[in-house]
């Protein structure tokens, strides 16, 4: 009788650990997760997932909050993944400079040996105001023209 309980015992316990070890078994292995989460975030670039114990950790830079978020949504339906921890950062925006204020101060430096001048930049054109000597007008020309500037549109007072 004692046999057969030990016997009865040894079996469940065989079977429990087969049923442990098949289940264990038919869970997808991480780096098959991350071949699958890489294969789903293509074309998202500057960023990457890493797995551990089937959790994804998506690190990087994106361009945008909607590219972020969907691509958070694909890593995290893809088959094995149990949670997705995101470490990523968005890009800030791009400064945009006006070529007009770079051309403004260029224009103000240029013109700071001629105080009685001043000057506008407009779409690449300097308007240029105020008074000058007729001897200086050629100097301030110029240091203008070297700017390369659309137009120089005098409409300063040429003085003798």
Do not use: H, W, Y
Not at 25 to 48: L, Q
């Amino acid at each position: 009788m004692i046999r057969t309980r030990m016997r009865t015992r040894g079996f469940i316990s065989a079977v429990t650990l087969s049923v442990a070890l098949a289940l264990t078994a038919c869970a997808p292995k991480d780096a098959d997760i991350k071949a699958a989460a890489d294969t789903a975030i293509v074309g998202v670039s500057g960023v990457s997932v890493a797995v551990t114990n089937g959790v994804a950790t998506i690190s990087g830079q994106f361009a945008d909050e909607a590219t972020r978020t969907s691509t958070t949504a694909k890593v995290a339906a893809v088959k094995g993944v149990k949670s997705v921890a995101d470490s990523s950062t968005i890009a800030p925006p791009p400064v945009v400079i006006s070529p007009d204020d770079a051309l403004l101060t260029s224009v103000a430096a240029a013109l700071a040996a001629f105080p009685t001048l001043s000057a506008t930049v407009s779409d690449g054109v300097v308007t240029l105001n105020g008074e000058i000597k007729r001897s200086d007008l050629p100097m301030a020309m110029q240091a203008l023209s070297a700017l390369n500037p659309k137009k120089i549109d005098n409409k300063a007072t040429v003085k003798k």
